[in-house]
């Protein structure tokens, strides 16, 4: 079952850009279903993903191109049927630490072929005159989040678990390819993930003095020590200038790349979009209608949250965030007795960073992560039955 759904993520990986990708995420359900002795089940991870599906089918009726709003909705649908029957199986264990591990070696698989797709050379030279890697078998900015994420999953192993093997190694290489990449989201999910979970480390220390408290301001001041030191330096140029980029429309100092303005731009167009239709918006899937009429081009709003405001409006923001809100709301409650709550916290937490700059609600890993994070919630209420 493991090795089935290891294929499952590898399959949202490898074969994003192939059309062939759904009939096999579906050959792979079908022998989950055929392996696994599945009994239907309707928990909150079901209620949750479904209310979003059916607004995505309501929204049709007055979208402007109903086809987008309707496949959105069946995207939606098909990968609830897919997981729901992993999260049967899965429930049985009441213990995600398999998965969690599952994504971090998938995600170490998916790099060390980045490394082979790209050249070895070529991800090591961070201070390559050939700038950022390109988009290949998948975006680059996705496959940046998700080497990211591995180093996040591995650190907690190492931070919370006590876990010390030959291959916590790998997350050296597995940082140059984020580095490589010139990911901003992949950057900072790897300083924001880190520093939390050193945060949540303290905050769960039983100790009642100052070490404690010292010896995390002692990780930060080193943490930003270290990255000041390398962004200072020629191989960290790439990196830094597009850190600086990003940061110059807040701060108003530097100039903002182009990259970045070109999403300041987006986001204007779709929070304009939601001025006009507030509650309900223009349509699931069709900001296309804005982007191609202003900029001559077929895309998405690069932003999760004017994308949903802009197409769904209010409803579809409450809809699809209420999701990752009632998990925040109901894992704050167990950091203190169970370590695995503290990774879906950090995760959880950086998902409403990292939405600021990518369309996430209608990705696959998207809802197999909430599975992962819904499964957690239920092993946690029968491991701790008194917390209410």
């Not at 050939?130 to 994420?149: P, Q, V, Y």
């Not at 769904?312 to 695995?340: H, N, P, Q, T």
Request: hydrophobic share 50%; aromatic share 18%; net charge positive.
């Amino acid at each position: 079952m493991l090795i089935l759904a290891a294929l499952f993520v590898m399959t949202t990986y490898f074969l994003a850009t192939v059309g062939s990708g759904m009939y096999v995420l579906f050959a792979i359900i079908i022998l989950f279903l055929v392996l696994s002795n599945y009994k239907l089940e309707f928990h909150a991870f079901h209620v949750f993903i479904f209310q979003f599906c059916l607004y995505c089918y309501a929204n049709s009726m007055w979208a402007l191109n109903y086809h987008n709003a309707i496949s959105n909705g069946n995207t939606i649908l098909y990968l609830l049927i897919c997981l729901s029957i992993m999260y049967c199986h899965f429930k049985k264990f009441n213990d995600v630490t398999q998965l969690m591990k599952l994504i971090m070696w998938v995600g170490y698989i998916v790099v060390f072929y980045c490394y082979l797709f790209y050249g070895v050379d070529r991800v090591a030279d961070l201070s390559s005159d050939e700038g950022r890697l390109s988009n290949s078998f998948n975006n680059i900015n996705t496959l940046s989040m998700l080497a990211s994420t591995v180093v996040i999953i591995n650190t907690f192993f190492i931070l919370f678990r006590r876990r010390r093997a030959w291959s916590d190694l790998l997350i050296f290489p597995t940082i140059f390819f984020v580095l490589s990449s010139q990911s901003r989201k992949g950057v900072g999910m790897i300083v924001l993930g880190v520093l939390l979970l050193f945060f949540l480390k303290y905050l769960r220390s039983k100790e009642r003095n100052l070490l404690p408290l010292m010896r995390f301001v002692g990780i930060v001041l080193v943490f930003f020590i270290i990255i000041l030191l390398f962004s200072s330096t020629s191989v960290m140029e790439g990196v830094t200038n597009r850190m600086m980029g990003f940061l110059a429309q807040f701060t108003e100092e530097g100039e903002i790349d182009a990259s970045t303005q070109a999403r300041i731009e987006l986001r204007d167009l779709g929070w304009a979009q939601f001025a006009k239709t507030p509650w309900f918006g223009m349509g699931m899937g069709c900001s296309y209608f804005l982007t191609n009429e202003e900029f001559g081009e077929n895309t998405y709003l690069h932003d999760n949250y004017v994308e949903l405001a802009a197409c769904g409006g209010i409803f579809a923001l409450v809809s699809y965030y209420s999701i990752f809100l009632y998990l925040l709301w109901k894992e704050r409650k167990y950091y203190k007795i169970d370590d695995m709550c503290n990774l879906v916290l950090v995760l959880l937490i950086i998902k409403f960073f990292t939405d600021y700059g990518s369309v996430s609600y209608i990705t696959k890993m998207n809802y197999f992560y909430l599975m992962v994070y819904f499964l957690h919630l239920e092993s946690c209420k029968v491991k701790y039955p008194w917390i209410k």
